[in-house]
């Protein structure tokens, strides 16, 4: 093997001491001289992925940042500098411990794991000395080409910008959270699908990284915001964070910083209180929520787990005390109700148990709509409809569709004519739940795979829903001689996409774009958009006083949902954030 000796070795008077073996997993000694074999460029090549995986190699840097414990990285990375050019390392061995400036020789075997180029089974490290800490390079986002981030893999960087904090959905789990220049948007909540999606997808990578906290996963607590997340001290999407001084690594083509300077957080998107409502009492609140898999346990017994939601009874205490303390805060008079239980109208089902909570908590006289006999529809989870009876009065018996994708795909819809107190005029309300864009068809071919156009699986699906949708609203005759029509619900379509051009094509409106025109219910993959809506006819159009989305949950890390308690009690608080994944959408409506 040829021996390259590093240049700064004849630089540095090395007051080398005699040391201690330790046989594994690695072993330090004092050397005169720290010699390579090859470069930490040379390591990490120019493409992708090392040219060296699976060699022995000796190189030699200085360590910039070391994460060595059990509870954190397991490992150093180091970084080498030969005249303009620099290039970085992750070193995977726990011991023995170095610190930032050690100059160190190590011997091991390249690998990629997840894509971090690094060096696994260790069998030396050499302390050489101490050297001062490479200047971070800076880095900016957005970079111009992806290719930006693997140069730089491996090495101290810094970030000059205050930077926005996109999504926080692996804080609890890798105590990491997405950040790029400004707040990203999934792409067909902007714009059309097809070409102009996938560019503004493209554009999206570019501004964007993740920022870890240099801990192995699961932690027991979470240093972000300082001092640590709680039930009162979360972390928002639309926070800032500046000073991010650290290493850039990367896990599974995500890339990230480690960092190694104390993170400065801005509360930019505080907690929003209630939408205030008017006094008025001719103004109805109509709203649509999410309510993320309430289900309230088999039987008078209540036992636990259910098929979907909480797993305990303790935990779905905690849940439903989130979701009654959002829906009270609400202060609507009817509202759609997505994802609760699908078991029927008796006195242990879901749909009556939420309706008695929230009646006990607001002490306003709640009902809900029976849409079915049994259960309403063929799938665990169904949509319901509850409103306050001093305000609204259904009129006759709800109506749904069963046809399509109806049948096996969409959640049956759920559509009552109201009347709201003190007026002649009559509503409709339409409850939906379209096909999630998961659990995508296995043939290539299928009219309901992917087509890469931005709208995922299922649309076709989706967009045949909305088709029939319309046409039962045109055509059923009580419905067709009932102008004032409100649909609503989980569409699972972002606002560009087919389905919801399809129904605005139809005449339905969606105000919120006039009162709210940046407005998202959903956070998904760090980027925001609304899978939720309330389409208004025509007409309804003038007569929407306010319309929003009330912004307590995508923007919530899910650590402080009921699930977060049992990682750590201190996530878990009674109050409406992050009661769902959804958020709801409020409508003040003139009747």
């Known amino acids: 093997m040829i021996k390259l000796s ?24 004092t050397a005169p001289q720290c010699e390579a074999s090859v470069s930490i460029a040379a390591v990490q090549g120019e493409a992708m992925q090392s040219p060296l995986v699976g060699q022995e190699v000796v190189v030699i840097g200085t360590v910039t940042a070391a994460w060595q414990q059990p509870d954190q990285l397991g490992g150093f990375f180091i970084q080498q500098t030969i005249g303009d050019a620099s290039a970085g390392l ?29 060096l696994d089974n260790v069998s030396s490290v050499r302390n050489c000395g101490q050297t001062e800490l490479p200047q971070p390079r800076e880095l900016r986002l ?12 491996g090495q101290y960087v810094q970030l000059p910008q205050q930077l926005v904090v996109n ?5 609890g789990r890798h105590g990491s959270f997405d950040v790029a220049n400004e707040r990203l948007y999934t792409p067909t909540q902007v714009v059309a699908p097809g070409a102009p999606a996938r560019a503004y997808a493209t554009a999206n990578e570019l501004k964007r990284l993740l920022i870890d906290d240099n801990q192995a996963p699961n932690p027991a607590s979470v240093p972000y915001p300082a001092p640590q997340l709680a039930a009162g001290n979360s972390l928002r999407s639309g926070d800032e964070v500046s000073n991010v001084v650290g290493i850039l690594s990367e896990f599974n083509g995500s890339y990230r910083i480690q960092p190694t300077a104390q993170l400065e957080f801005h509360n930019t998107n505080p907690r929003p209180l209630a939408p205030v409502r008017s006094d008025d009492s001719s103004v109805l609140r109509v709203a649509t929520f999410n309510v993320l898999n309430y289900f309230n346990g088999e039987g008078s017994e209540r036992t636990f787990p259910t098929e979907r939601g909480a797993e305990t009874a303790a935990g779905f205490a905690r849940q439903e005390a989130k979701i009654i303390a959002a829906l009270a805060a609400l202060d609507a008079d009817v509202v759609g109700l997505m994802e609760i239980e699908n078991d029927g109208y008796g006195e242990h089902s879901a749909i009556v148990r939420l309706t008695e909570q929230l009646r006990a908590k607001t002490g306003a006289p709640w009902q809900f709509v029976q849409a079915a006999e049994q259960g309403f529809g063929g799938a665990a989870i169904t949509n319901g409809l509850i409103y306050r009876s001093d305000r609204v009065t259904p009129l006759g018996k709800p109506l749904t569709i069963t046809k399509g994708p109806f049948s096996n795909r969409s959640r049956y819809p759920l559509i009552q004519r109201m009347q709201a107190e003190g007026t002649e005029e009559a509503f409709v309300v339409a409850v ?18 992917n087509q890469n156009d931005g709208q995922a699986c299922w649309n076709a699906a989706r967009v045949e829903s909305a088709q029939l949708l319309v046409e039962f609203m045109e055509t059923e005759p009580l419905l067709a001689r009932t102008p004032a029509q409100i649909l609503l619900g989980d569409f699972n379509a972002y606002a560009k996409e087919d389905p919801m051009t399809l129904m605005e094509d139809a005449g339905y409106h969606n105000r919120v774009e006039h009162f709210e025109p940046s407005g998202y219910s959903y956070v998904y993959d760090a980027q925001a958009g609304s899978l939720d809506h309330l389409l208004v006819s025509a007409a309804l159009h003038g007569r929407v006083l306010n319309q929003q989305h009330w912004l307590i949950n995508a923007d919530e890390p899910p650590a402080l949902s009921y699930r977060g308690y049992q990682q750590n009690p201190d996530w878990f608080a009674v109050n409406p954030y992050r009661s769902s994944d959804h958020d709801p959408i409020i409508a003040d409506i003139q009747f």
């Open 432 to 449: 939906n739940h379209f096909k999630s864009k998961g659990s995508c068809p296995r043939e290539a071919d299928h009219p309901n795979a």
């Open 167 to 171: 999504g926080t959905y692996l804080l």
């Open 90 to 118: 992750f070193v995977q061995a726990s011991t023995p411990q170095v610190t930032a400036g050690d100059l160190v020789e190590v011997s091991g075997v390249v690998g990629e794991q997840q894509q971090l180029t690094q």
């Open 142 to 153: 957005p970079v111009a080409d992806k290719a930006i981030f693997e140069q730089l893999e």
């Open 6 to 29: 590093f240049p700064w070795a004849a630089l540095l008077a090395l007051s080398l001491s005699a040391c201690t073996t330790n046989p594994t997993p690695a072993q330090v000694a």
